[in-house]
């Protein structure tokens, strides 16, 4: 990433003049060596080849990557592009549209042949589709790969072919299919083209005003990173994952999602060394933990599969009869007390501080904070996942957007809408010893356990000795849990009704 300049890069190197032709990767959220097809394609066509990076945000609006997203972005291509300098070569950064920043490429190189690995959002099936066509009306060879997921969305079905609703038998049909394992390795060599790039910084994804502090102390974006990330999972909470995993006081969950976001990290090579993992010590926890981490990985293709089946999914409800449903949008200052983590409900603001801090939450503490907003406040689930767009670092289209109308109750195999979770009953059970409020709520710290997830319903002495003074300290519940609980069921009841 040499020098700064906007547009399709310049080639640097007399690339036409040499005699080996040039094959073009065009790298987007597969930031990888490691598994990565549309990289194997080209190396095997024993081509020259030029890897590319097109920062075109427009083209993924309205789901163009938030300030977290673009944090990650950043540090995962500078960690690309180092991988990249071992081979011998950089990765080219281009901005502008795609299509002729592609094309100008051809133009500049004489290149025949472009590889890259396919994505499931609407806009980018749209502008890849017009990219693929384009280019082979051009007489240039354009390939798409599989790169991101052990089934893509067209390959299960029900019996009579249509997408799968429901988790259960969509995980069950891809187990019968089998697991794919077939990671392939980083090449062992590559010989890369070279062209003028425009430097890194140059996409200004980095905040202006550094609030990135906690990131960086959680997270090491890159593939050396992501692999870290897995091996320590399966090295110690792997054997207790099917319990843990709902404790968000330990460190218990493989904390993989950003890295297999931006495609760090490949969902094959997850089932190799699992399946590796478990050949050495199928020890009876492990096989129980292991089993239980893939069936979340299921959960992440079941989201892919139900984006790609039903794309108007992250903006509308898949259950059609939220379309009329009595949402209370103007509670403005209940959302701000929300994502500033001051709503008053320990456990909904020990999660909300750890999204703004650390750019990752907690599953269970995800389901426990949606709830709030969209049950307890009656705020559109869609105001919540824009939110979690912007703050997540594992932000994601399919994920998010599952993830959020599987809590409101609007999504395929959702949680029925009267199931509210308690976040005090939910604090009590999975924090039992509050090690993760008091990690995100220091002024409650010196509450003993068992006030501590109810605070507001601690006798005054109690207070007083842990020097907590409520609505100053820390604020009283912005809601009563019963009565907002009570409210919902009856919005609940106006669609029901309409059935
Ligand atoms: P692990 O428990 O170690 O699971 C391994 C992997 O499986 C994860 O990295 C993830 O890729 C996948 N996975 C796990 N749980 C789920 C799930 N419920 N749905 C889909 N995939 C899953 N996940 C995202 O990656 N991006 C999001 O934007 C996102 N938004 C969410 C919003 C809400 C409201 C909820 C309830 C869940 C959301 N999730 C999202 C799912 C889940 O919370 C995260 O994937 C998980 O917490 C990531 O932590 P981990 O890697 O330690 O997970």
Redesign the pocket.
């Known amino acids: 990433m040499a020098s700064t300049r906007n547009g399709p890069p310049n080639v640097t190197a007399p690339i036409r003049s040499g005699s080996t032709p040039v094959v073009i990767v065009w790298f987007r959220r597969d930031l990888r060596l490691d598994d990565n097809p549309a990289l194997q394609a080209a190396a095997r066509s024993g081509a020259r080849i030029l890897p590319v990076y097109i920062h075109a945000p427009d083209e993924e609006r309205p789901w163009a990557p938030g300030g977290a997203s673009r944090w990650w972005l950043h540090h995962s291509l500078t960690a690309l592009d180092d991988s990249l300098q071992r081979y011998g070569g950089r990765l080219i950064v281009s901005t502008g549209d795609s299509l002729t920043t592609l094309l100008g490429l051809t133009e500049q190189t004489g290149a025949r042949e472009i590889h890259w690995n396919r994505l499931y959002e609407p806009a980018a099936i749209e502008r890849d589709s017009l990219v693929k066509r384009t280019l082979r009306d051009r007489g240039i060879a354009a390939h798409s790969h599989n790169a991101a997921l052990l089934f893509e969305p067209w390959s299960v079905s029900t019996r009579d072919g249509r997408p799968y609703r429901v988790f259960t038998p969509f995980w069950k049909s891809c187990l019968q299919l089998g697991l794919p394992q077939d990671a392939g390795p980083p090449p062992a060599s590559l010989t890369l083209a070279s062209a003028e790039s425009a430097a890194l910084e140059s996409l200004e994804l980095l905040p202006r005003i550094p609030w990135d502090k906690g990131f960086r102390e959680h997270w090491q974006p890159g593939e050396a990173g992501a692999r870290n990330m897995l091996d320590t ?1 399966l090295d110690t909470a792997a054997a207790s994952y099917a319990d843990g ?1 709902d404790h968000p006081g330990t460190r218990s ?5 950003p890295h ?2 931006f495609g760090e990290l490949s969902p094959r090579r997850i089932v190799s060394m699992v399946q590796e993992c478990l050949a050495i010590a199928g020890r009876e926890g492990l096989v129980s933990g292991l089993e239980g ?1 893939m069936r ?2 299921g ?2 293709e079941f ?1 892919h599969h139900l984006l790609y089946h039903f794309p108007h999914t992250p903006q509308h409800s898949l259950d059609e009869r939220f379309a009329h449903f009595p949402w209370d949008s103007g509670a403005r200052e209940a959302v701000d007390a929300w994502r500033r983590g001051r709503t008053g409900i320990p456990l909904v603001d020990a999660g909300m501080r750890e999204l703004w801090h650390t750019g990752w939450m ?2 269970r503490v ?2 426990v904070t ?1 709830s709030f907003l969209t049950k307890n406040l009656l705020i559109p689930w869609q105001e919540g996942a824009q939110w ?1 767009w912007d703050t ?1 670092l ?3 289209l399919a ?2 957007t ?3 109308q ?2 409101a109750g609007c999504g395929a195999d959702a949680a029925p809408y009267f199931r509210v979770f308690n976040p005090v009953l939910q604090s009590r059970k999975f924090d039992p010893e509050g090690r993760y409020l008091r990690r995100w709520l220091p002024e409650l710290g010196a509450l003993p356990d068992r006030d501590l997830h109810a605070p507001w319903e601690a006798p005054p002495h109690t207070l007083q000795r842990a020097g907590l003074r409520l609505g100053q300290d820390y604020p009283q519940p912005i809601v009563d849990l019963a009565a907002s609980r009570s409210r919902a069921l009856s919005a609940y009841a106006t669609i029901k009704q309409a059935e």
């Open positions: 999972f995993r969950t493989s904390r993989v999602s297999l976001h981490f979340e990985l959960w992440r989201s907690h599953n995800r389901m949606a979690f997540l594992d932000a994601d994920n998010n599952q993830g959020w599987w809590t």
